[in-house]
Protein backbone atom coordinates (compact mmCIF):
# COMPACT_ATOMS: atom_id res chain seq x y z
CA UNK A 1 0.00 0.00 0.00
CA UNK A 2 1.60 3.52 -0.99
CA UNK A 3 2.22 5.17 1.80
CA UNK A 4 0.69 8.75 0.95
CA UNK A 5 -2.59 7.43 -0.17
CA UNK A 6 -5.70 7.48 2.69
CA UNK A 7 -7.54 4.11 3.05
CA UNK A 8 -10.88 4.05 3.01
CA UNK A 9 -12.87 1.48 4.52
CA UNK A 10 -16.99 0.76 3.69
CA UNK A 11 -18.71 -0.88 6.05
CA UNK A 12 -22.58 -1.81 5.92
CA UNK A 13 -24.87 -1.96 9.28
CA UNK A 14 -28.42 -2.04 8.99
CA UNK A 15 -28.67 -1.03 4.83
CA UNK A 16 -30.43 -2.11 1.72
CA UNK A 17 -27.63 -1.33 0.10
CA UNK A 18 -28.79 0.90 -1.64
CA UNK A 19 -26.27 3.85 -1.70
CA UNK A 20 -23.56 1.52 -2.92
CA UNK A 21 -25.70 0.73 -6.33
CA UNK A 22 -26.05 4.66 -6.27
CA UNK A 23 -22.07 4.53 -5.91
CA UNK A 24 -22.00 2.50 -9.81
CA UNK A 25 -23.55 5.63 -11.00
CA UNK A 26 -21.21 8.56 -9.55
CA UNK A 27 -19.58 10.37 -13.08
CA UNK A 28 -17.89 12.77 -11.99
CA UNK A 29 -15.67 11.60 -10.71
CA UNK A 30 -16.96 7.57 -10.99
CA UNK A 31 -15.73 5.58 -8.06
CA UNK A 32 -13.23 3.74 -10.52
CA UNK A 33 -11.98 7.78 -11.48
CA UNK A 34 -11.79 8.28 -7.51
CA UNK A 35 -9.27 5.55 -6.96
CA UNK A 36 -7.05 6.15 -10.09
CA UNK A 37 -7.12 9.95 -10.06
CA UNK A 38 -7.31 10.88 -5.85
CA UNK A 39 -4.82 9.02 -3.57
CA UNK A 40 -7.00 7.07 -2.16
CA UNK A 41 -6.75 3.16 -1.54
CA UNK A 42 -9.78 0.98 -0.88
CA UNK A 43 -9.41 -1.45 2.11
CA UNK A 44 -12.82 -2.96 1.44
CA UNK A 45 -16.23 -2.70 0.08
CA UNK A 46 -18.88 -4.92 0.14
CA UNK A 47 -20.16 -5.24 -3.13
CA UNK A 48 -16.77 -4.11 -5.15
CA UNK A 49 -14.03 -5.80 -2.99
CA UNK A 50 -12.65 -9.45 -3.71
CA UNK A 51 -11.26 -10.04 -0.92
CA UNK A 52 -13.51 -12.31 1.89
CA UNK A 53 -15.05 -11.76 4.97
CA UNK A 54 -12.06 -13.28 6.75
CA UNK A 55 -9.65 -10.16 5.10
CA UNK A 56 -12.17 -7.66 6.48
CA UNK A 57 -11.98 -9.45 9.82
CA UNK A 58 -8.38 -9.44 10.02
CA UNK A 59 -7.97 -5.72 8.54
CA UNK A 60 -10.88 -4.40 11.11
CA UNK A 61 -8.72 -6.03 13.84
CA UNK A 62 -5.45 -4.78 12.50
CA UNK A 63 -7.64 -1.03 12.39
CA UNK A 64 -7.99 -1.25 16.10
CA UNK A 65 -4.70 -2.51 17.33
CA UNK A 66 -3.35 0.40 15.62
CA UNK A 67 -1.31 -1.79 12.60
CA UNK A 68 -3.25 -0.24 10.05
CA UNK A 69 -4.18 3.39 9.60
CA UNK A 70 -7.64 3.92 8.86
CA UNK A 71 -8.22 7.36 7.48
CA UNK A 72 -11.69 7.48 6.04
CA UNK A 73 -14.58 5.33 7.55
CA UNK A 74 -17.58 4.94 5.31
CA UNK A 75 -20.69 3.48 6.99
CA UNK A 76 -23.94 2.83 5.15
CA UNK A 77 -27.05 1.82 7.03
CA UNK A 78 -29.04 2.54 10.26
CA UNK A 79 -27.14 1.94 13.43
CA UNK A 80 -29.08 -0.92 15.49
CA UNK A 81 -28.95 -1.24 18.79
CA UNK A 82 -31.44 -3.28 19.54
CA UNK A 83 -32.49 -5.92 22.06
CA UNK A 84 -31.45 -3.57 24.85
CA UNK A 85 -29.14 -1.95 23.77
CA UNK A 86 -26.68 -4.49 23.03
CA UNK A 87 -27.14 -4.40 19.30
CA UNK A 88 -27.05 -8.03 18.82
CA UNK A 89 -29.59 -7.79 15.84
CA UNK A 90 -27.00 -7.00 13.54
CA UNK A 91 -23.83 -8.81 14.14
CA UNK A 92 -20.38 -9.40 12.11
CA UNK A 93 -18.27 -12.47 13.98
CA UNK A 94 -20.25 -12.65 16.98
CA UNK A 95 -19.51 -8.93 17.79
CA UNK A 96 -22.62 -6.32 17.49
CA UNK A 97 -22.19 -4.26 14.03
CA UNK A 98 -22.52 -1.09 16.35
CA UNK A 99 -19.44 -1.88 18.69
CA UNK A 100 -17.42 -2.63 15.80
CA UNK A 101 -18.40 0.96 14.20
CA UNK A 102 -17.29 2.71 17.60
CA UNK A 103 -13.95 0.70 17.04
CA UNK A 104 -13.14 1.73 14.32
CA UNK A 105 -14.72 5.56 14.63
CA UNK A 106 -12.41 5.61 17.07
CA UNK A 107 -9.92 5.06 15.15
CA UNK A 108 -10.52 6.82 11.64
CA UNK A 109 -9.22 10.25 10.15
CA UNK A 110 -12.98 11.06 8.82
CA UNK A 111 -15.98 9.22 9.33
CA UNK A 112 -18.87 9.66 6.43
CA UNK A 113 -22.48 8.46 6.67
CA UNK A 114 -23.66 7.63 3.44
CA UNK A 115 -27.31 7.75 3.36
CA UNK A 116 -30.54 8.78 5.59
CA UNK A 117 -29.90 5.53 7.83
CA UNK A 118 -26.47 6.16 8.51
CA UNK A 119 -26.80 9.80 8.90
CA UNK A 120 -30.24 9.97 11.20
CA UNK A 121 -31.71 6.75 10.98
CA UNK A 122 -33.68 6.74 8.24
CA UNK A 123 -36.32 4.53 7.24
CA UNK A 124 -35.65 2.01 9.53
CA UNK A 125 -35.76 4.25 12.40
CA UNK A 126 -39.72 5.14 12.15
CA UNK A 127 -42.08 4.62 14.89
CA UNK A 128 -42.47 1.99 16.26
CA UNK A 129 -39.01 0.91 15.78
CA UNK A 130 -38.38 -2.14 16.78
CA UNK A 131 -35.14 -2.40 15.99
CA UNK A 132 -33.76 0.85 18.00
CA UNK A 133 -31.95 1.89 14.96
CA UNK A 134 -30.25 5.39 15.04
CA UNK A 135 -27.91 7.53 12.99
CA UNK A 136 -24.12 7.58 13.56
CA UNK A 137 -23.98 10.70 15.29
CA UNK A 138 -27.93 11.84 15.52
CA UNK A 139 -31.39 10.71 15.65
CA UNK A 140 -33.47 11.89 12.79
CA UNK A 141 -32.44 15.56 14.02
CA UNK A 142 -31.08 15.73 17.26
CA UNK A 143 -28.22 14.45 18.84
CA UNK A 144 -28.64 10.83 20.22
CA UNK A 145 -26.94 8.41 17.91
CA UNK A 146 -24.18 6.21 18.31
CA UNK A 147 -21.71 8.94 19.20
CA UNK A 148 -22.14 11.45 21.68
CA UNK A 149 -22.56 15.22 20.31
CA UNK A 150 -19.20 16.59 20.84
CA UNK A 151 -17.22 13.03 19.61
CA UNK A 152 -15.12 13.98 16.79
CA UNK A 153 -12.89 11.93 14.92
CA UNK A 154 -8.96 12.30 13.73
CA UNK A 155 -8.96 15.67 11.58
CA UNK A 156 -11.56 17.41 14.49
CA UNK A 157 -15.04 16.45 12.46
CA UNK A 158 -18.41 15.25 13.46
CA UNK A 159 -20.07 12.46 11.20
CA UNK A 160 -19.81 13.99 8.01
CA UNK A 161 -23.87 13.57 6.90
CA UNK A 162 -24.13 12.74 3.13
CA UNK A 163 -27.98 12.81 3.28
CA UNK A 164 -30.11 11.10 0.90
CA UNK A 165 -31.80 7.69 0.22
CA UNK A 166 -29.92 7.19 -1.52
CA UNK A 167 -27.37 9.84 -1.25
CA UNK A 168 -26.94 11.63 -4.49
CA UNK A 169 -24.28 9.02 -6.47
CA UNK A 170 -21.65 12.38 -7.23
CA UNK A 171 -21.81 13.84 -3.89
CA UNK A 172 -20.61 10.90 -2.12
CA UNK A 173 -17.59 10.72 -4.77
CA UNK A 174 -17.09 14.41 -4.97
CA UNK A 175 -17.40 14.50 -0.78
CA UNK A 176 -14.41 11.58 -0.90
CA UNK A 177 -12.44 13.61 -3.42
CA UNK A 178 -12.85 16.97 -1.48
CA UNK A 179 -11.05 15.07 1.57
CA UNK A 180 -8.19 13.03 -0.34
CA UNK A 181 -7.22 16.40 -1.68
CA UNK A 182 -6.93 18.20 1.68
CA UNK A 183 -10.23 20.70 1.13
CA UNK A 184 -12.05 21.93 4.32
CA UNK A 185 -15.61 21.21 4.39
CA UNK A 186 -17.80 23.49 5.99
CA UNK A 187 -21.16 21.84 7.51
CA UNK A 188 -24.19 23.04 7.93
CA UNK A 189 -26.48 22.46 11.20
CA UNK A 190 -27.17 18.70 10.02
CA UNK A 191 -23.52 18.12 9.62
CA UNK A 192 -24.08 18.14 5.71
CA UNK A 193 -21.20 19.59 3.59
CA UNK A 194 -22.62 23.01 2.90
CA UNK A 195 -20.74 22.59 -1.13
CA UNK A 196 -24.19 19.97 -1.63
CA UNK A 197 -26.79 21.22 0.73
CA UNK A 198 -26.96 24.44 0.68
CA UNK A 199 -30.19 25.31 -2.25
CA UNK A 200 -32.95 23.25 -3.36
CA UNK A 201 -33.28 20.96 -6.21
CA UNK A 202 -35.69 23.02 -7.51
CA UNK A 203 -33.27 26.05 -8.20
CA UNK A 204 -30.76 24.16 -10.25
CA UNK A 205 -33.74 22.48 -11.93
CA UNK A 206 -33.72 22.46 -15.80
CA UNK A 207 -37.73 23.06 -15.55
CA UNK A 208 -37.22 25.93 -13.80
CA UNK A 209 -37.98 28.53 -15.94
CA UNK A 210 -41.48 26.73 -16.62
CA UNK A 211 -41.80 27.65 -12.73
CA UNK A 212 -41.33 31.22 -13.26
CA UNK A 213 -44.13 31.46 -16.41
CA UNK A 214 -46.43 29.84 -14.13
CA UNK A 215 -46.28 26.59 -16.29
CA UNK A 216 -47.19 24.01 -13.64
CA UNK A 217 -47.84 20.57 -14.78
CA UNK A 218 -50.31 17.97 -12.26
CA UNK A 219 -49.36 14.83 -14.25
CA UNK A 220 -46.16 13.15 -14.97
CA UNK A 221 -44.81 12.79 -18.43
CA UNK A 222 -45.28 16.60 -19.02
CA UNK A 223 -43.07 19.19 -20.01
CA UNK A 224 -43.51 22.00 -17.23
CA UNK A 225 -42.45 22.37 -13.48
CA UNK A 226 -43.54 19.84 -11.23
CA UNK A 227 -43.02 22.13 -8.06
CA UNK A 228 -46.32 22.66 -6.47
CA UNK A 229 -48.25 19.73 -7.50
CA UNK A 230 -46.02 16.43 -8.13
CA UNK A 231 -42.58 16.93 -6.71
CA UNK A 232 -42.76 19.52 -3.21
CA UNK A 233 -41.95 16.59 -1.44
CA UNK A 234 -38.99 15.82 -2.85
CA UNK A 235 -38.09 19.71 -3.26
CA UNK A 236 -38.77 21.14 0.43
CA UNK A 237 -36.62 19.02 2.68
CA UNK A 238 -33.60 21.01 2.14
CA UNK A 239 -35.01 24.58 3.07
CA UNK A 240 -33.32 24.36 6.61
CA UNK A 241 -29.80 24.40 6.00
CA UNK A 242 -29.94 28.07 3.76
CA UNK A 243 -28.16 29.86 6.31
CA UNK A 244 -30.08 33.12 7.39
CA UNK A 245 -30.54 35.16 10.53
CA UNK A 246 -33.70 34.25 12.41
CA UNK A 247 -35.71 37.53 10.35
CA UNK A 248 -34.74 36.07 7.13
CA UNK A 249 -36.44 33.09 8.13
CA UNK A 250 -39.51 34.59 9.51
CA UNK A 251 -39.86 36.53 5.80
CA UNK A 252 -38.73 33.59 3.99
CA UNK A 253 -41.86 31.16 5.37
CA UNK A 254 -44.26 34.07 5.33
CA UNK A 255 -43.34 34.19 1.45
CA UNK A 256 -43.74 30.25 0.97
CA UNK A 257 -47.20 30.68 2.99
CA UNK A 258 -48.24 33.32 -0.02
CA UNK A 259 -46.64 31.51 -2.73
CA UNK A 260 -48.46 28.55 -1.94
CA UNK A 261 -51.73 30.54 -0.61
CA UNK A 262 -51.72 31.85 -4.34
CA UNK A 263 -51.81 28.80 -5.40
CA UNK A 264 -54.84 27.13 -3.00
CA UNK A 265 -58.06 26.01 -5.07
CA UNK A 266 -60.18 28.52 -2.65
CA UNK A 267 -58.14 31.51 -3.47
CA UNK A 268 -57.92 30.95 -7.64
CA UNK A 269 -61.74 30.05 -6.94
CA UNK A 270 -62.49 33.46 -5.33
CA UNK A 271 -59.94 35.26 -8.04
CA UNK A 272 -62.27 33.96 -10.63
CA UNK A 273 -65.51 34.64 -9.01
CA UNK A 274 -64.17 38.30 -8.59
CA UNK A 275 -63.44 38.27 -12.32
CA UNK A 276 -66.79 37.07 -13.57
CA UNK A 277 -67.96 39.58 -11.34
CA UNK A 278 -65.74 43.33 -12.41
S1 LIG B 1 -30.50 5.63 3.17
FE1 LIG B 1 -31.94 4.66 1.76
S2 LIG B 1 -30.60 3.77 0.21
FE2 LIG B 1 -29.31 4.15 2.02
S3 LIG B 1 -29.37 2.27 3.24
FE3 LIG B 1 -31.01 3.56 3.99
S4 LIG B 1 -32.85 2.90 2.87
FE4 LIG B 1 -31.04 2.14 1.74
Excluded at 7 to 31: H, K, N, V
Excluded at 112 to 141: I, R, W, Y
Excluded at 195 to 224: I, P
Excluded at 231 to 236: D, H, N, R, V, Y
Aim: one cysteine or more; proline letters at 5%; aromatic letters at 8%.
Amino acid sequence: MAKDKMTLLWFQTGSCGGDTMALLSADRPSFSDLLNDYPIELLWQPSLSIESANNLHEMMNQIIEGSLKLDILCIEGSIITAPNGTGMFDVFRQTAKKDWVLKLADKARYVVAMGTCSAFGGVHAAPPNPSDCVGLQMDKEQSGGLLAPEWRSGAGYPVINLAGCPVHPNTMTKTLAMIASGIILQLDDLNRPREFFSSLVHQGCTRNEYHEYDVEESEFGTNGCMFFNLAAKGLLPKRRVIPTSGTDEVAKRVLAFLVLAARHPVFLKTKACLKLKS
